[in-house]
Structures are given as C-alpha cells and as structure tokens.
C-alpha cells in the first residue's frame, strides 16, 4: 500500500509543532496525565530525537502533522525485560489524530520507524500499551508483535510486547 501522505523524520524546526501535537494527543488519551512533570524525551526532544539515537516521525496532509511516532533506546526499567547484549529500541508516541484512523496511517509510520530500526542495526524494537486504548493491542500483534507479559496493576494493565528484527 502506498501512503498518500508525506512521511519524514523530524527536524529542529519540526520541534515546536511535533511537541504541541504530541501534547495535546497525550494529554487526549491520558487524562490522568494531565498535571504529570512533561516526560525526559519530550523535554530534551532535540537531543533525543535529533541529535541522539532515538528517531521520530511526522506524518503530514497538506503540511499539517496528523500523525507521528518514534523510538528511543531501551532504558531497560523494566527488570524482567533485559534484552542482555542486544539493541533494543522502544517504540513511542503512535498518536494519528481520529480522522485519520483506519486508513492505513499508523502502519505506514510504524513500517518507516521499523525501517530506520533495521537500518540502525537495532535487533529487538520493544512497546508497551494498554488494553483501555481500543485496538492497541491487536495493532501491534498484526504488525508482529509478540505479547510478552502484562503488569497486574488494575488501573494501567501495562502490556509489554516485542519484536525480533
């Protein structure tokens, strides 16, 4: 499938509109996030993101981002997913603004990151979601993704998925 949209990393001067959308979507699908400190990538976004080892994509119509997406190193917090001597990259912040849901959007910008991933020599790309986003889920199994474990906390119900490249 071809997208019909124009897909590119990041860029210094993306900077200013990629935080605004990736706000506003977080603070959208989050709600309890709301009063939370802004996350370490977001506040060194450029160093991260342009500068560093992580990646991030903007997906635009006619110039305006409708959607985005990104990884970042693994930082390994997670004890039981250690992933000893491999890259590992996690997949962050897929957010791809309602109207432009179910068209092909999130698999065109997941399809480049997974790229970009492979062309980085990374071995093993790691996510987690959430069962209370509708389709996550089963999203990321389609893009194959295996479901790895799911944390027993009530509220969140973190699910830790991961690919082999």
């Not at 890259?87 to 065109?108: C, K, M, T």
């Not at 199994?141 to 509220?155: A, I, M, T, Y």
């Amino acid at each position: 499938m071809t997208c019909p949209f124009e897909i590119t990393s990041v860029r210094s001067a993306d900077i200013p509109a990629a935080l605004d959308f990736v706000l506003a979507a977080r603070e959208q699908m989050f709600p309890k996030l709301r009063d939370s400190a802004m996350p370490d990538d977001l506040a060194a976004f450029e160093a991260v993101y342009v500068n560093g080892a992580g990646r991030f994509l903007l997906a635009r119509d006619q110039g305006r981002i409708v959607g985005v997406i990104g990884y970042l190193p693994y930082d390994r917090r997670f004890p039981t997913l250690d992933y000893p001597g491999q890259q590992v990259v996690e997949v962050v912040r897929l957010f791809v603004l309602p109207p432009y849901r179910r068209v092909g959007l999130a698999r065109a910008l997941y399809a480049e990151l997974q790229q970009a991933a492979r062309q980085a020599g990374v071995q093993v790309m790691y996510l987690h979601t959430h069962p209370f986003l509708a389709g996550a889920v089963d999203f990321w199994q389609r893009q194959g993704f295996e479901l790895v474990s799911v944390d027993p906390d009530p509220v969140w119900q973190t699910t830790h998925m991961h690919l082999p490249l």
